[in-house]
């Protein structure tokens, strides 16, 4: 099952990045160009709300089946002072997590005002915060914390 989900929520990433790419450059372009609030702007800020969330729970899954994440819990005062293990058992979860629970502010918070232009605004902000702290939090082949494209 660790593989499996491991690899899911590997490739899922590409699906939320493209998601939220799409929704940050339409919801910026919509506010600055006083654009009203249509059928295709919802599905888009929705679908990248739900793919978020399905990542976020793989990630939490993953978070209690992981070796890497057991070896953290083994001995956690060691394990802060590892890079990697620190990385895997705090910067990860608490990156994504704060970015996830910023993408839902944003989201609902746009559907509590009645202007299409505020409603932009808040995905605009909301969803740009948390696309920059995801794609900080993912361990890339070139990072410190390597893992592979796929
Ligand atoms: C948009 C959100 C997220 C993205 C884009 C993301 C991305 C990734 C990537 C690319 C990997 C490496 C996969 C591999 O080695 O093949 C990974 C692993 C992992 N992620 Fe996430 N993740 C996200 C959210 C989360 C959250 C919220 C949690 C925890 C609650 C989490 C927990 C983990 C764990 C435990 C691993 C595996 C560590 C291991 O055993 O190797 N992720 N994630």
Redesign the pocket.
Known sequence: MYTGL??L??SL?YV?LILLIIAVVKAWMNWQGNKDFTAGDKKIYLFTFIA?HI??LI??V??FV????DQVYTDFGAAMKNQVLRF?GVE??VG??L??ILITVGYSSSKKVADAIAKHKKIAIFYTIGLII?LVS??WPFSSVA??WF
């Not at 992981?66 to 994440?69: A, G, H, K, L, Y």
Request: glycine share 4%; no cysteine; charged share 5%.
């Open positions: 491991l690899h929520h590997s990433r939320v978020s990542q976020l990630g939490l993953l978070y992981s070796p890497i994440v895997w990860h979860f994504m997590l970015a996830i995801i993912i361990p893992r592979p």
